[in-house]
């Protein structure tokens, strides 16, 4: 593994994976594609893409803390999914988990299929744990 690299498990301890749920480099972690599964491999919420959006950042709060973030700390997600039915209801999971905004950038992609059968979507997500912007990056601008 690069020496840049600190793998971060939420449980503290490497699993039978060859990934790790996330992995920091410098003051930002990059949070593996998750689904919503739980520690004895079943799935959460069959056929309700909704239900497993928020089971999802759950498990994402857990590596989060163990990274000492939170939620908040999210700049970045991609959904992959393999329906768009009901995709909209996860613009209220969001909602439930970043607040009033502002919201993290966001890509949604529509797969054929995910790994785990029955799983309706797979989140990763990019989180910032620095302690503040550099003074040049604090004030807007219209320059794009």
């Not at 009901?86 to 502002?102: L, S």
């Not at 992609?109 to 995910?114: E, K, S, T």
């Not at 990763?124 to 601008?141: E, F, M």
């Amino acid at each position: 593994m690069h020496p840049c690299l600190k793998p971060i498990f939420p449980n503290g301890k490497a699993g039978k994976s060859t990934f790790s749920p996330a992995v920091l480099v410098g003051e930002f972690l990059h949070i593996s594609g998750m689904t919503a599964v739980d520690e004895n491999r079943n799935l959460i919420g069959p056929g309700d893409i909704a239900v497993q959006a928020r089971y999802i950042y759950q498990k994402m709060a857990k590596v989060l803390a163990a990274a000492n973030g939170g939620l908040d700390c999210i700049v970045q997600t991609t959904d992959y999914v393999t329906t768009f039915d009901g995709y909209d209801k996860t613009a209220d999971v969001r909602k439930e988990v970043f607040g009033a905004g502002p919201f993290p950038a966001a890509t949604g992609v529509q797969v054929a299929g995910l790994v785990r059968p029955g799983a309706l979507i797979e989140i990763s997500a990019v989180a910032y744990l620095g302690r503040g912007l550099p003074k040049s990056d604090q004030t807007s601008s219209n320059a794009l």
